[in-house]
């Protein structure tokens, strides 16, 4: 069964950092490229940042670029969302989804339950 | 980026009767040298995450009901979903998968009239 659990989220001040991570089981890890996409509460999705099966990265939305980084360990069948910089616009429910397939890069046929980032003073 | 943009907003259909949900995207997302078009919508329903239902504009995922079908070409696109059931009540979004940032429509919520 394929199984997408996130965590690493909470509660953080703005300026502040945190890394999440997505564990990973049920497939073959490294044959698939991972995304993160968010959902601000009561909004709708929005696509965070992406990497290919071997580490390339896809890329980043406008918004996060410079402040966030994407990576995965495909050893240890994990992705990590490394955010700093943390703004109020940042608070949502982060998700981690997996491409469908090479060749659908951008198409997510799992995702997890996500974790919850608040960015609040 | 490529904006996308969905209509309506919300919609009210009688349990059995037929929802359509259209989404235009800023830019064309037909790639014409394989002919596909990077086009995807998703259902999420409360407090779940989304779920695939619909790539490539009208390949159905596996396990989809055929109740629900893509169509459209260059920047209109519409997902129908034929003789709605209770367990559709949710919120549809489409999505191109063209070029990166890949973006996603404002979705639509789709309840029971």
């Known amino acids: 069964e394929v199984q997408l659990v996130e965590s690493g989220g909470s509660v953080v001040r703005p300026g502040g950092s945190l890394r999440l991570s997505c564990a990973i089981s049920?497939?073959?890890?490294?044959?698939?490229?991972m995304s993160w996409v968010r959902q601000a509460p009561g909004k709708g999705l929005e696509w965070v940042s992406g990497?290919?099966?071997?580490?390339?990265?896809?890329g980043h939305t406008d918004s996060v670029r410079g402040r966030f980084t994407i990576s995965r360990d495909n050893a240890k069948n994990s992705l990590y969302l490394q955010m700093n910089s943390l703004r109020a616009e940042d608070t949502a429910l982060y998700y981690c989804?997996?491409?469908?397939?090479?060749?659908?890069?951008?198409?997510?046929?799992?995702w997890g339950q996500g974790t919850q980032v608040t960015v609040s003073s | 980026d490529i904006v996308m943009t969905q209509s309506p907003d919300s919609l009210a259909v009688s349990l059995g009767e037929r929802a359509t949900i259209n989404c235009k995207s800023s830019q064309n997302v037909l790639y014409y040298s394989n002919k596909k078009t990077y086009l995807a919508w998703y259902q999420q329903k409360a407090g779940q995450p989304p779920q695939l239902l619909i790539y490539?504009?009208?390949t159905r995922e596996f396990g989809v009901p055929e109740r629900f079908s893509g169509s459209g070409s260059g920047t209109n696109f519409t997902l129908t979903i034929n003789s709605l059931q209770a367990e559709d009540v949710a919120v549809y979004y489409c999505?191109?998968?063209?070029?990166?940032?890949?973006?996603f429509g404002q979705g639509t919520k789709v309840e029971i009239k």
């Open positions: 999505q191109q998968y063209y070029s990166t940032p890949w973006t």
């Open positions: 049920g497939f073959s890890f490294d044959d698939y490229g």
């Open positions: 989804a997996r491409d469908a397939a090479v060749g659908t890069e951008g198409v997510f046929d799992f």
């Open positions: 990497i290919k099966r071997n580490g390339g990265i896809t």
């Open positions: 490539w504009a009208s």
